[in-house]
């Protein structure tokens, strides 16, 4: 995590709201902040402004590329900010916004299902170990499509219990795209040799058991693991390719994180065409 995410980017010794924009049904807010003589930072405030009848939402892509979900003076109730440059062009970015959420909502809704959508509260794949060393190891299930092989493993270290799913590509190496869209999804390792293929080499990602409520008699985060590796046979390769209009979903939805977020440097203009900075 970031130094900035133990500041306060919603009160300051001063502040000025000094940009707005729309994109992708999401309504950004620049925000100035000054907490001291030289100690100036700027928060990008977006608050989703509808509900899409799919699988994902505008929230869960802006999770993905860093926002976090907050209490907001600024829009009310809840937003989802983060820091940005002084050379931030909220306009610009809005538009990138509303491009790459495009992408990501095709491309999220054949792998929500599969349980690859980030979406807040929720416990995300965790790597543990080398997702095959175990004390027991037990085959559930497996399936495939035309350009991945599935299989779904329980395990158990004795320490550690939880589901390793594994992905063979059926046609190695994995073509530059499928292979820049697995980097982004991301939370994927590789093992050089993997049992469930014949010691070829594999993707892979683990979900730890949680502790199960004793009053239940349904295991429910079993019937999700299996419900969402189900879900890969369909899903899973579709959502890594090109979007319909054949360009790449990972180099629209990379693009609003790379070229506008804190990561990269913007073009020194701000809303209207000047710098986001408060003189």
């Given at each position: 995590?970031?130094?900035?995410?133990?500041?306060?980017?919603?009160?300051?010794?001063?502040?000025?709201?000094?940009?707005?924009?729309?994109?992708?049904?999401?309504?950004?807010?620049?925000?100035?902040?000054?907490?001291?003589?030289?100690d100036?930072?700027?928060?990008?405030?977006?608050?989703?402004?509808?509900?899409?009848?799919?699988?994902?939402?505008?929230?869960?892509?802006?999770?993905?590329?860093?926002?976090?979900?907050?209490?907001?003076?600024?829009?009310?109730?809840?937003?989802?900010?983060?820091?940005?440059?002084?050379?931030?062009?909220?306009?610009?970015?809005?538009?990138?916004?509303?491009?790459?959420?495009?992408?990501?909502?095709?491309?999220?809704?054949?792998l929500?299902?599969?349980?690859?959508?980030?979406?807040?509260?929720?416990?995300?794949?965790?790597?543990?170990?080398?997702?095959?060393?175990?004390?027991?190891?037990?085959?559930?299930?497996?399936?495939?499509?035309?350009?991945?092989?599935?299989?779904?493993?329980?395990?158990?270290?004795?320490?550690?219990k939880?589901?390793?799913?594994?992905?063979?590509?059926?046609?190695?190496?994995?073509?530059?795209?499928?292979?820049?869209?697995?980097?982004?999804?991301?939370?994927?390792?590789?093992l050089?040799?993997?049992?469930?293929?014949?010691?070829?080499?594999?993707?892979?990602?683990?979900?730890?058991?949680?502790?199960?409520?004793?009053?239940?008699?349904?295991?429910?985060?079993?019937g999700?693991?299996?419900?969402?590796?189900?879900?890969?046979?369909?899903?899973f390769s579709?959502?890594?390719?090109?979007?319909?209009?054949?360009?790449?979903?990972?180099?629209?939805?990379?693009?609003?994180?790379?070229?506008?977020?804190?990561?990269?440097?913007?073009?020194?203009?701000?809303?209207?065409?000047?710098?986001?900075?408060?003189?």
């Open positions: 995590m970031s130094d900035w995410m133990a500041r306060d980017l919603h009160s300051a010794l001063k502040v000025d709201r000094i940009g707005e924009a729309v994109g992708g049904g999401v309504r950004f807010l620049l925000v100035w902040l000054q907490y001291g003589k030289a100036i930072a700027y928060g990008l405030h977006a608050n989703p402004q509808m509900f899409e009848m799919g699988l994902v939402q505008p929230a869960n892509y802006l999770e993905n590329l860093g926002f976090q979900v907050s209490d907001c003076a600024f829009l009310g109730s809840r937003c989802l900010v983060t820091e940005i440059k002084e050379t931030f062009d909220t306009a610009a970015f809005a538009a990138s916004f509303e491009r790459g959420w495009a992408a990501y909502r095709d491309a999220g809704n054949h929500a299902p599969c349980g690859l959508v980030k979406r807040s509260g929720e416990i995300e794949y965790e790597a543990y170990g080398d997702g095959h060393t175990a004390a027991q190891t037990n085959k559930l299930k497996e399936s495939s499509d035309d350009i991945f092989s599935y299989v779904l493993t329980w395990i158990d270290t004795g320490n550690e939880g589901w390793a799913f594994h992905y063979r590509p059926k046609h190695p190496p994995v073509s530059p795209e499928v292979g820049a869209a697995l980097a982004l999804i991301g939370g994927f390792n590789q050089p040799e993997c049992p469930q293929f014949d010691f070829e080499p594999c993707y892979w990602r683990f979900v730890r058991k949680r502790d199960q409520d004793r009053r239940s008699i349904w295991d429910e985060q079993l999700y693991v299996h419900t969402q590796f189900d879900a890969h046979s369909t899903r579709p959502g890594l390719q090109p979007s319909p209009d054949g360009s790449r979903r990972d180099d629209t939805v990379r693009n609003v994180a790379n070229q506008d977020l804190p990561t990269q440097s913007g073009d020194g203009t701000g809303v209207g065409g000047r710098k986001a900075h408060r003189a």
